[in-house]
């Protein structure tokens, strides 16, 4: 289990670090149809900014940020936003993850719905992969057995 | 590709990977792995694979590493036998 330690360099770097990491990651997911990066690299990096934030503040300040139920949630979420496209485009007559169909639907041209379906799609793989890496690195670092699971 | 700085890298990948695997502390062999995959991921991005040295530099070095010294802080220094 980690636990909080009074290190002011560590924690006066990963207090101004972390919003630059957050920034970064949310860059990388919205360019990730024009220029490298995308959805998966853009997750791990924000995921990575989470786990800086567990690493140098312990899991008991971690829980009020994002606590583990919440990812949980979060990754269902993202897949939930991936699959919700692609039977989106179903239910207006395409393919799965035919994105130019939703060109009906967003009012816009079908080259234009198609940048905006692959980013949402990337959004979702986002949200899946952030709250998976920091879920894998919870359990690992824990056990699997978290200090409110043990006073039950 | 510029073959002086691929020669250099090369160099670089081969020295990594062969102290990760030589050297005894787990936590020195964690850190030598993480640099392994910076050496990597600049070979990836000097022969034109941008997207993979992405890849690289964020799941391997980043979260691999901190992974495996989650893995580490369970062990301890000597073994108990």
């Known amino acids: ?152 | 590709m510029i073959l002086p700085f691929d020669l250099i890298i090369q160099i670089f990948v081969v020295i990594c990977a062969v102290a990760a695997i030589t050297v005894k502390d787990l936590l020195s062999a964690v850190m030598i792995l993480g640099a392994y995959s910076f050496f990597m991921c600049l070979m990836w991005a000097q022969m034109g694979a941008v997207d993979v040295a992405f890849t690289e530099a964020s799941v391997s070095a980043g979260i691999g590493t901190i992974l495996c010294i989650a893995a580490i802080m369970k062990t301890t220094r000597r073994t108990k036998d």
Do not use: W
């Open chain 1, 1 to 152: 289990m980690i636990f909080r330690k009074d290190d002011i360099i560590v924690n006066t770097i990963s207090r101004i670090l972390i919003p630059f990491i957050q920034l970064y990651a949310l860059y990388v997911i919205m360019h990730g149809h024009y220029s490298p990066g995308g959805g998966f690299q853009g997750g791990v990096i924000l995921g990575a900014s989470m786990v800086l934030l567990l690493l140098t503040r312990g899991y008991d300040e971690a829980k009020y940020k994002f606590p583990e139920q919440i990812a949980t949630l979060f990754s269902s979420v993202g897949v939930l936003i991936y699959a919700g496209i692609g039977l989106l485009c179903l239910f207006v007559l395409g393919n799965f993850l035919d994105y130019g169909k939703l060109a009906a639907l967003l009012n816009v041209t079908p080259s234009h719905a198609r940048s905006l379906g692959i980013l949402g799609v990337e959004i979702g793989v986002g949200f899946a992969v952030m709250s998976v890496m920091y879920s894998i690195f919870l359990d690992i670092s824990t056990g699997g057995v978290l200090p409110e699971d043990e006073e039950e």
